[in-house]
């Protein structure tokens, strides 16, 4: 498996991953599937140098999930902070690609001008939690009871994590 940059032509990918964790409530406060044309946009508009989506294919090609890179905030202050979000497919979760991408994020931020990532993750997701404590991310607050998923009130973990 290898990561590289996405391009228009893994939107579709893209969109089928993210669509395929909205049922579970456990990675997306969407309710209802997006749409390739939905998320155009989100992939053409932005910066590549330094805020870039990258895909995971297998040799056969298959995308098996996605990591993005956002703006923290969206001012010019905050340029050296990201968020980051990571979506596998199913049938490759729990199979090391999350650990690659968070791997390859760190070594990354350097060349991206980013000093802190930022990993917004539902406090009753325990394996991204881990996941993301697992490579030094600590826990920077908590916003209680600020999304609302199947009539029950969740929390959101706020972690981070300073590049060194």
Same mark, same amino acid.
Request: aromatic share 12%.
């Given at each position: 498996m290898y990561i590289r940059d996405a391009q228009i032509t893994?939107?579709?990918?893209?969109?089928?991953?993210?669509?395929?964790?909205?049922?579970?409530?456990m990675a997306t406060a969407d309710t209802t599937p997006v749409t390739v044309e939905s998320r155009l946009p989100w992939l053409q508009n932005r910066d590549f140098r330094y805020r870039p989506v990258w895909v995971m294919e297998t040799?056969?090609?298959?995308?098996?999930?996605?990591?993005?890179?956002?703006? %923290?905030?969206?001012?010019?202050?905050?340029?050296?902070?990201?968020?980051?979000?990571?979506?596998?497919?199913?049938?490759?979760?729990?199979?090391?690609?999350?650990?690659?991408?968070?791997?390859?994020?760190?070594?990354?931020? &350097?060349?991206?001008?980013?000093?802190?990532?930022?990993? %917004?993750? %539902?406090?009753?997701?325990? &394996?991204?939690?881990?996941?993301f404590k697992n490579y030094g991310f600590q826990s920077w607050g908590l916003l209680p009871q600020v999304a609302e998923l199947d009539n029950q009130e969740k929390d959101l973990e706020i972690l981070g994590l300073k590049i060194k």
């Open positions: 893994d939107l579709t990918a893209i969109v089928q991953i993210y669509n395929s964790t909205i049922s579970d409530r040799t056969e090609k298959e995308t098996v999930g996605w990591l993005s890179f956002n703006h %923290f905030y969206g001012r010019p202050a905050y340029h050296h902070t990201a968020e980051i979000s990571i979506y596998v497919a199913e049938n490759y979760r729990r199979c090391g690609i999350g650990s690659q991408f968070l791997e390859k994020a760190i070594a990354d931020c &350097p060349q991206l001008e980013i000093k802190i990532l930022l990993g %917004f993750i %539902f406090a009753h997701n325990q &394996p991204s939690l881990i996941l």
